[in-house]
């Protein structure tokens, strides 16, 4: 089974721009969990998503936003971006399933992340 | 308040050394990871637990409910176990994974 894949790999931006980033689940996985990870504050939870639904989300504020696709294919959005989410932008897809199955609860598979730097 | 806490915070060790890491939680947890991050950014689950012991390989996790502490143990410890190891806890007052701040471990032959 091919693992998860992020797109991009790698992303320089500037203050006050928006970007998309894309991630790929393991093939039949149907939750997808976002991740930042700075130098500061570690690694903090972003949101998951299961079955195109939202189901979780941690304390960014609004400008942070995902959604999910009928494919479980997922993308998070950035919008005017700030020096500070400058950060590595960490995907996980598992096997939860939608009765309360969240998906700490579930072993969790990660990509390799979206280097995103905001200049 | 949901805390956890990793110990140490780096770690160096000479090639077949036991290895022991520690984490330590605030209240009571649904489930408890041990995840490995590789220079270059890429996590590796190595442990998902919500009590007793889990081995794999040289790696062995523990966890004790009643302590709220869990530890990650690596036997014969080898160069390519250098990474960093992140404990992160799901905690029954809240949906969400808590990350500690991880242990820079590395061994040397």
């Known amino acids: 089974k091919a693992g998860v894949t992020q797109t991009p790999r790698y992303l320089i931006k500037t203050r006050g721009q928006q970007v998309t980033l894309s991630c790929s689940p393991i093939?039949?996985?149907?939750?997808v969990s976002w991740y930042q990870q700075t130098p500061g504050q570690g690694l903090q939870f972003l949101f998951e998503?299961?079955?195109?639904?939202?189901?979780n989300k941690g304390n960014f504020p609004g400008r942070f936003s995902g959604r999910q696709f009928s494919n479980s294919r997922s993308e998070m959005n950035v919008s005017t971006l700030e020096l500070g989410d400058s950060a590595l932008y960490l995907c996980?897809?598992?096997?939860?399933?939608?009765?309360?199955?969240?998906?700490?609860?579930?072993?969790?598979?990660f990509g390799p992340g979206t280097r995103l730097t905001v200049l | 308040k949901n805390e956890v806490e990793q110990s140490p915070q780096n770690l160096t060790a000479q090639e077949g050394e036991f290895i022991t890491i520690n984490c330590s939680y605030s209240?009571?947890?649904?489930?408890l990871h041990w995840l490995q991050q590789h220079p270059g950014g890429g996590i590796v689950s190595l442990f998902m637990?919500?009590?007793g012991k889990k081995k794999h390989g040289r790696l062995i996790a523990t966890i004790n409910i009643q302590e709220k502490h869990s530890s990650l143990h690596i036997t014969a410890s080898h160069p390519r176990d250098s990474a960093v190891y992140i404990c992160?806890?799901?905690?029954?007052?809240?949906?969400?994974?808590?990350f500690g701040t991880g242990t820079r471990l590395q061994v040397f032959p």
């Open positions: 209240v009571g947890i649904s489930a």
């Open positions: 992160a806890v799901i905690f029954y007052n809240t949906d969400k994974l808590i």
């Open positions: 998503y299961f079955s195109e639904t939202q189901r």
């Open positions: 637990l919500s009590s």
């Open positions: 996980a897809s598992s096997s939860a399933s939608g009765t309360g199955g969240l998906a700490g609860l579930n072993e969790q598979f």
């Open positions: 093939s039949g996985h149907r939750s």
